[in-house]
């Protein structure tokens, strides 16, 4: 992770984003009750985790964490029981990880400059960038960090760690465009870490270095942007439009809210989570990379 400006404390960055909610949107009339399940996945008594930055879930309701030790890659049922591990010798440093429409995986090797696609069982599928060789080209990355794909199979990469930029691909790995620079203006980027898509196809950007989501169409086109969800390190968007942001960096823990209109609907605390992921219940899954650990939460 790149740390070119000092984080605020954490009770002051808490603090003042609470207020800029309350300025935006009026107080929070709900507050989302979760509950830390404990002794959840189940591992052996020698493992260790690496920084965990990203989570994913299959469509069989299958967890994937993706964490910097070897192998980078566990997979876990709902239960939490381990169920295979993959990846092994393949990652630099672990980062990007997210179930695509069609039940593949994009991956993101933030340090090794490369965008992987991956079967749920660890086959290789696609693979772009030249590793350990960075870029701001067609064909190179520099410290990509997340995927999203479009429902026609288009992905867009937030290739943000050394490059401020969105870079757009066609499903069989076609360069088709690029944007962004580095600045705090619509349409520019301070790290673009995470990215995700809503219903509509409109494409959010979580602009972390600038606190802020900025939402495009899929040509790029500047369409909005917020700040009511802290510094954006990860976003997921469930089908019926609920956002869900993971704030590592200002330890606010996950903020929920509606994809349609920015309305903050309450909080997960207990967590200091880079990734986030939803299952279909309902259910949170946060990957930690300070606590090095992936947590669950439910609805009581």
């Known amino acids: 992770m790149r740390a070119q400006r000092p984080v605020p404390l954490c009770v002051a960055a808490t603090v003042a984003l609470l207020a800029t909610v309350a300025v935006q ?23 260790e985790w ?12 299958n967890i994937y964490a ?19 591990t993959w990846g092994a010798g393949m990652m630099v440093r672990a980062h990007g ?3 695509t429409p069609d039940g593949n995986i994009f991956a993101t090797d933030q340090r090794g ?3 992987y696609k991956f079967s749920t069982a660890g086959a290789l599928l696609l693979a772009l960038g030249e590793t350990g060789v960075p870029g701001e080209d067609a064909e190179h990355f520099n410290g990509p960090a997340d995927v999203a794909v ?30 962004g620079t580095e600045g705090s203006a619509p349409g520019e ?19 972390r270095g600038n606190h802020r989501i900025q939402i495009f169409d899929q040509n790029g086109t500047f369409i909005d942007q917020w700040t009511q969800f802290g510094w954006p390190s990860g976003i997921y968007i469930s089908p ?22 920015g309305t903050v609907t309450g909080f997960i605390e207990g967590t200091e989570p880079e990734g986030v992921v939803v299952d279909a219940m309902g259910n949170v899954y946060a990957g930690e990379v300070g606590g090095r650990m992936l947590k669950k939460f439910v609805k009581p």
């Not at 690496?50 to 309701?61: E, F, M, R, S």
């Not at 790290?191 to 602009?207: C, E």
């Open 66 to 84: 993706f964490h910097r030790a070897e192998p980078p890659v566990l997979k876990f049922s709902p239960e939490g029981a381990l169920l295979n």
């Open 240 to 261: 019926d439009d609920t956002i869900y942001v993971a704030d590592y960096q200002s330890k606010l823990g996950i903020t929920i809210g509606s994809a349609q209109d």
């Open 113 to 115: 400059h490369r965008v």
């Open 25 to 47: 949107h009026g107080p929070l009339t709900a507050q989302s009750s979760y509950r830390l399940v404990d002794d959840w996945p189940h591992l052996p008594d020698d493992f």
């Open 97 to 99: 990880f997210r179930i």
């Open 150 to 179: 479009a429902p026609n199979g288009d992905f867009f990469v937030a290739d943000g760690h050394g490059n401020n930029r969105i870079v757009k691909f066609a499903a069989d790995g076609t360069f088709i465009t690029a944007w």
């Open 189 to 207: 980027f301070d790290l673009p870490h995470t990215v995700a898509f809503d219903s509509q196809g409109r494409l959010f950007v979580g602009d």
């Open 50 to 61: 690496g920084q965990l930055p990203n989570v994913t879930i299959d469509h069989d309701g």
